[in-house]
């Protein structure tokens, strides 16, 4: 009898305890990391143009928001509970269309939601944005394809990549993330330039009909 009273005693314990026991599990809220949209310099006069931004298209495995991280097996991994704060396709445009928005080249810089008729369009593809192994350990590689085109006849005025490798000196979701946010604030500060050496301020603003 008194074993038997026991195991009632214990069992309704546990009963009363368990849900308490569950309730005090923790969860672990991921951390979430923005993209900087650095100053870029204004070489060139301005272009009395509106320019539209629309998201960049990603590579397959850069598809979400996750961080990603390549294995020295080739294995594309994600590092648990870091997420970039949106789709990195609508990160990497919302830096670009903030900078230009800064530099004063544009009378007008707008996302694709905006209803503002546009004068070009600057769009693009990720190909990397992750952390992986080098010759000489583990390294951070951001590679852009840019495009700008007219917006009423989409003729193709400029296209090239810009791409930058930066070395990890030490290993963690944090150093990587900040990595990749430098590596990208030097692959893009050079479009200014780039632009005006293909003929931003003279050839691309002579087309017929403009």
Same mark, same amino acid.
Request: with cysteine; net charge positive.
């Given at each position: ?7 009632? $005693?214990?069992?309704? +314990? ?5 849900? /308490?026991?569950? &309730?005090? /599990? ?18 060139? @006069?301005?272009? &009395? ?30 590092? *648990?509970?870091?997420? $970039?704060?949106?789709?990195? &396709?609508?990160? #990497? @445009? %919302? !830096? ?6 800064? @530099?004063?080249?544009? %009378?007008?810089? #707008?996302? !694709?939601? %905006?209803? =503002?008729?546009?004068? $070009? #369009?600057?769009?693009?593809? /990720? ?6 192994? @080098? !010759? ?6 951001? %590679?852009?394809?840019? =495009?700008?085109?007219?917006? &009423?006849?989409?003729? +193709?005025? $400029?296209?090239?990549? +810009? ?13 990587? #993330?900040?990595?990749?946010?430098? !590596? ?5 500060? *050079? ?20």
């Amino acid at each position: 009898m008194k074993k038997t009273r026991l195991r009632a $005693w214990l069992s309704l +314990l546990v009963f009363f305890l368990l849900p /308490v026991s569950c &309730g005090s /599990v923790e969860v672990r809220e991921p951390n979430f990391y923005p993209l900087p949209a650095p100053a870029l310099s204004s070489p060139v @006069s301005p272009t &009395g143009k509106v320019l539209r931004v629309e998201d960049f298209s990603l590579a397959p495995h850069l598809v979400g928001e996750e961080i990603r991280a390549m294995t020295r097996k080739g294995r594309m991994e994600s590092y *648990p509970y870091q997420r $970039w704060a949106a789709p990195l &396709g609508a990160l #990497v @445009s %919302d !830096a670009l269309l903030r900078s230009f928005q800064e @530099s004063g080249m544009f %009378d007008a810089v #707008v996302d !694709a939601t %905006d209803p =503002t008729p546009s004068d $070009w #369009v600057l769009t693009g593809r /990720v190909f990397h944005f992750e952390e992986g192994a @080098s !010759a000489t350990g583990i390294e951070v590689r951001v %590679d852009l394809l840019v =495009t700008l085109r007219e917006s &009423g006849t989409n003729t +193709l005025l $400029w296209q090239g990549r +810009l791409r930058k490798n930066l070395g990890v000196h030490r290993r963690g979701p944090a150093q990587m #993330v900040a990595k990749l946010q430098e !590596a990208f604030i030097q692959a893009i500060l *050079p479009l200014p330039e780039i632009f005006e050496g293909q003929g931003w301020a003279g050839g691309f603003r002579a087309k017929p009909g403009k």
